[in-house]
Every structure is written in structure tokens, then in C-alpha cells.
């Protein structure tokens, strides 16, 4: 028995596990402070992101379109951006970063975007908005290649190329958290704090959970600043959570600015968000505090009562971002689960060199497939053929309709979940991650088995 990596062989997409490029990028652009993005295409390249967004969160986000239409495909349509962007400005005073972000049609039909963001600085900006600091940023993002996560890192990596400068040491930790909920947010901060770790984190989208305010106000902004970005070519070091999700600013920034770089894992777990608390240890030379040794002990503790009783042997298919499969099927590892079937969703053909890949092929004990390019109708149709049994699903609300149609228990996990209430809120990483991840899991079984009417729990006793 060994894990297998594979191309799916069918040709074509059924119920896509990701969506494309942009939206990544998008879902980086608003966590920025004071930043509205452009996206360059039409109109649906930002109402449905934003719907998905809005599905996530259960709230509101500002996106901009530079409203694309058919003769903008046939004869180009930089007049589209250069309107976008005054009426932009014009309407939100406030606004000092404004990323335009390509599509699929606006690359293919070739428009010039950085050389449109170069007419803008010498003409629009200096004429009619120079008493404003306006930052035009361009990132490219063709839908037809990648997906939503190398969108992200897309971005990222543009923001932090374009803002980065070296100056006097700052003593601050970049944190590039990727494509995360605020409540994992909340939890790396709390683990930094605890061992007194100043950080600037990418991007700081705590405050998506917002409230409603006396004023009636009700959008969601990040909260990372210009001047936390600047900075980070002046940090001690960068810490990226994720290889897809960010690993490719902190390589920029180790390059350029000789700013030390670690990049993963992702501290899904008990023993990877060890490594994580390493990794900020070897970076800052901050000691780890007794109080999370302690922390790290509930956490050993509630997954002892669970591990052998009622999770070991539970064959599980996981599917969504590739450093949450990952990290989600170490940590079903840890918990003695089967993670037999990992599904990663587009065209990154540099998934099977991963070096945590390269380890379960080496180490797994029992048949595991990990699927590349893969879409959800390869999991529906390895179920419906009886390819593999599995007690659970791990992945987002895109896939609900494969768990109630083959009556098979889903947890669910990553972007998007709609069909549960608050998944945001609770963190998928850290020591409180880890207990989160493994009860939801328990009480999901123990939910089914009432659903299924098996009155009698089969114990994995000796």
C-alpha cells in the first residue's frame, strides 16, 4: 500500500473545486485598508466574488468593475479602466490603493495595463487628484491558467514587491497568513502575543467579522496598512503559513531585501503548529511561553479522548486549497484517520514535487490517491463506482450535494462554506485549530449515526 499522485484522466471541468485567478487576487485587495480593487473585465468577474464573499462572510465588500462590453473585447478597452479608476476616486475620497486586476478577456484581447497605470500617474492622477497619495498597482490574472489560490499568491506578491522598502530594522515578524478565516487570524495573534512577538500580519482580516454600528455602517475592510507593507522589507524575518498561498512574497522579500524567509507548514495540528512555534522562535529569538505549553496540553488532551475511541481507521476524502489538504490530511494522520483520497483542484503541475507530498508517498501505510487538476465530479464518481468507501468529507459547501446524495457525513471546511453558520469564526489552525477540527469531526459522526438510526457505537477497542 502506498499514496499515489495522478492527473485526473477525464478531460474537462464538473463542479470545479476552485474558481479562477481574480478572485484570488480580489480576496487579497480587500484586505488591505483604504484599498479598493478594479477588476478589468465584466461585470460577473466581481458579482460573483463578491457573492461568494458575501455567502462566506455574511457581510459586505467594495469591488469595482471596469465594465467590460463587446466592443471593449473587439477594439480593446483601456477607456473602461481609465473611466474606472476617475469615477473611483471620485466617489470614495478616502481610497489610496487601487489594484486593477486582469481577466480572462482583458489578457486575451491584450490590453496594456501597465502602460495605461503609467498614462494615469502622468495624467488623471497629476491633473485632477494631486493633492492625493494614489497608489495604481497592476496584477495580472488570467483566468484561463491557475485558480483562485495562485491568484492570491499573485497578489501578494505584487502588493509587497510594490510597497517593500529597505529601511532601519523594524524588530516586526511578517506573518503572510494566506487565504484564512478571522478566526484563524485571531489565533495566530494570540500565539504570537503569548510569546511577545511583534508582527506584521498579511493580511490583517480580523475585522471581516465586523459589527453593525450605531451609524448603520455595514462593509468589511482589512486592515493592513500602507505603511505594514512598506515595512516589510525592513522586517526580521517572514514567516508564510502556506507554499501556494504567499511563499511567493517571502521569497521575494528574502531576495530583494535579504529579509530571512520559512515558508510552512501550515500549523494545521498538533506537531506542524509545533513547527510553527519553532519557526517563530528561530526568527525572533523569543522563547515559547509555559502558558502555551499548557495550551498545547488541553489540546493533547481533548484529542486523547477522542483519537482511539471514535476517529482511528475513519477513511476521509479531503478537497480544497492544496496547503489546507495538506495540512488537513497530516493532521488526520496524527489522529490515526485514513485520508484516502486528496483531491487538489487546477493546473499547478508542481504539487507532486511537494516535498510534504514526496513524505506521505513514503510514509502512508494504506491506499491513498492524490489527485491533481481535479474537479468534485471525480469524487462523486470514485463513490457512486464503490472506488473507495469513506466514513467522512472534508472540504467546502461546493461539495454538499456529494455527501447528501451518497448519505456520506461532511465537515465543513475552507472557501466557501454558505450552508453552516459562523465557520469563519473558528479557526482551523493553532492548538485551539486542533481541537475545533477534531470535535467537529466526532459530533459530525456521532450526527449521522443518530441520522442513520445505529444506536450501538462500533468502539475501535483492542
Not at 427 to 445: K, Q, S
Request: aromatic share 8%; charged share 25%.
Amino acid at each position: 500500500m502506498s499514496c499515489e499522485v495522478i492527473q485526473k484522466s477525464r478531460s474537462g471541468v464538473i463542479n470545479p473545486i476552485f474558481t479562477c485567478q481574480p478572485a484570488g487576487a480580489q480576496y487579497a485587495s480587500i484586505g488591505i485598508k483604504d484599498c479598493i480593487g478594479i477588476v478589468h473585465g465584466g461585470q460577473g468577474c466581481v458579482m460573483f466574488v463578491r457573492l461568494l464573499f458575501s455567502q462566506h462572510f455574511k457581510e459586505n465588500f467594495i469591488l469595482a468593475s471596469s465594465s467590460l462590453h463587446e466592443d471593449g473585447a473587439v477594439f480593446g478597452a483601456l477607456n473602461r479602466v481609465e473611466q474606472a479608476v476617475d469615477v473611483l476616486l471620485m466617489r470614495y475620497p478616502d481610497v489610496k490603493v487601487v489594484p486593477i486586476i486582469t481577466t480572462c478577456s482583458t489578457e486575451v484581447i491584450g490590453d496594456d495595463i501597465d502602460g495605461v497605470i503609467l498614462k494615469l500617474n502622468r495624467g488623471l492622477l497629476q491633473e485632477k487628484y494631486a493633492d492625493r497619495d494614489v497608489r495604481l498597482i497592476p496584477i495580472h490574472t488570467p483566468s484561463f491558467i491557475g485558480s483562485q489560490v495562485s491568484g492570491y499568491d499573485v497578489a501578494v506578491e505584487a502588493f509587497v514587491t510594490y510597497f517593500a522598502k529597505k529601511g532601519q530594522p523594524n524588530g516586526k515578524l511578517n506573518l503572510i497568513t494566506g487565504w484564512v478565516n478571522p478566526g484563524d487570524v485571531t489565533t495566530l495573534k494570540h500565539l504570537l502575543a503569548e510569546m511577545d512577538v511583534d508582527a506584521t500580519v498579511l493580511f490583517e482580516i480580523e475585522s471581516f467579522d465586523s459589527p453593525i454600528m450605531p451609524d448603520k455602517s455595514g462593509e468589511s475592510h482589512g486592515n493592513t496598512t500602507i505603511e505594514d507593507l512598506e515595512g516589510t522589507g525592513s522586517a526580521i524575518g517572514t514567516l508564510a503559513l502556506n507554499r501556494y498561498e504567499g511563499g511567493k512574497a517571502a521569497k521575494y522579500l528574502e531576495n530583494e531585501f535579504e529579509v530571512p524567509a520559512i515558508i510552512g507548514p501550515t500549523p494545521i495540528g498538533i506537531r506542524n503548529t509545533d513547527t510553527f512555534l519553532q519557526n517563530v522562535k528561530k526568527l525572533t529569538g523569543k522563547p515559547i511561553p509555559a502558558s502555551l505549553v499548557r495550551e498545547r496540553g488541553i489540546a493533547i488532551d481533548a484529542l486523547a479522548d477522542l483519537v482511539h475511541m471514535f476517529l482511528a481507521d475513519k477513511k476521509v476524502a479531503i478537497y480544497g486549497h492544496p496547503d489546507l489538504v495538506i495540512g488537513l490530511a497530516e493532521f488526520c494522520l496524527d489522529l490515526e484517520m485514513k485520508p484516502v483520497l486528496l483531491l487538489l483542484g487546477d493546473d499547478n503541475i508542481t504539487y507532486k514535487n511537494d516535498p510534504r507530498i514526496k513524505a506521505l508517498q513514503k510514509d502512508v501505510p494504506f491506499k491513498m490517491e492524490v489527485v491533481l487538476n481535479a474537479d468534485l465530479m471525480e469524487l462523486e464518481s470514485r463513490i457512486k463506482s464503490k472506488e473507495i468507501e469513506l466514513d467522512l468529507i472534508l472540504g467546502h459547501s461546493k461539495g454538499r450535494f456529494t455527501a447528501i446524495d451518497n448519505n456520506i457525513p461532511m465537515v465543513r471546511v475552507g472557501f466557501p462554506t454558505y450552508d453552516r453558520a459562523g465557520l469563519h469564526r473558528h479557526p482551523v489552525v493553532g492548538y485551539a485549530g486542533a481541537i475545533w477540527l477534531a470535535e467537529e469531526m466526532a459530533n459530525t459522526l456521532f450526527t449521522d449515526m443518530e441520522y442513520k438510526k445505529k444506536k450501538e457505537w462500533i468502539l475501535n477497542v483492542w
